[in-house]
């Protein structure tokens, strides 16, 4: 490989890495491109031109991620037309409507809540995760100890074919 191919390849790999970041809800400065690439504040400025027109064409102005641009601290973060991240306040409600329901098992409810803060911008995860944690003390599993979410699929497709349903329902104490 000659310098060339060298440089294009070190470009492509940045900005990928960059892509990824932005699409994880974290913050790129000009000091992180300086340190992290060695490169100058005339490519930062260059890279930052890049992603907005990348998202500007992308979106086809329809749905528009977009690049904001803090010129005093040379920061820029993409805010995402379709918000493809739980805000802190959407990811509190969520968990709280899961928890508060004690529908389900402890697997379960774990597994939900994991993909619940895999959805929550990097900036929003430690409070978010601190107050679900506390929340999460409290929880008291259902006493049937049984997996739901494959019943709930089930009955998804029974109410999508339009197929009838009888269901036995019996209380832990006396059977109904």
Do not use: W
Not at 63 to 76: Q, V
Not at 78 to 106: D, V
Request: charged residues 35%.
């Amino acid at each position: 490989m000659d310098n060339k191919e060298v440089n294009r390849y070190a470009q492509a790999h940045r900005l990928l890495q960059v892509y990824d970041e932005l699409n994880e809800g974290k913050t790129i400065s000009s000091q992180m491109y300086k340190e992290s690439y060695g490169l100058t504040y005339k490519t930062y400025d260059r890279d930052v031109e890049f992603f907005k027109n990348y998202y500007c064409e992308k979106n086809n102005y329809e749905n528009p991620d977009k690049i904001l641009i803090d010129e005093g601290n040379k920061r820029y973060h993409l805010e995402k037309g379709y918000r493809g991240f739980f805000s802190e306040e959407e990811a509190l409600a969520i968990s709280k409507i899961l928890l508060e329901s004690r529908a389900f098992c402890k697997e379960e409810k774990d597994e939900l809540l994991s993909k619940i803060m895999e959805l929550v911008a990097d900036e929003d995860k430690a409070l978010v995760k601190k107050i679900i944690a506390r929340e999460n003390l409290y929880y008291v599993p259902p006493r049937h100890g049984k997996h739901l979410m494959p019943a709930i699929r089930s009955l998804s497709e029974y109410i999508k074919d339009h197929r009838l349903i009888e269901i036995d329902y019996s209380n832990q104490e006396l059977p109904v």
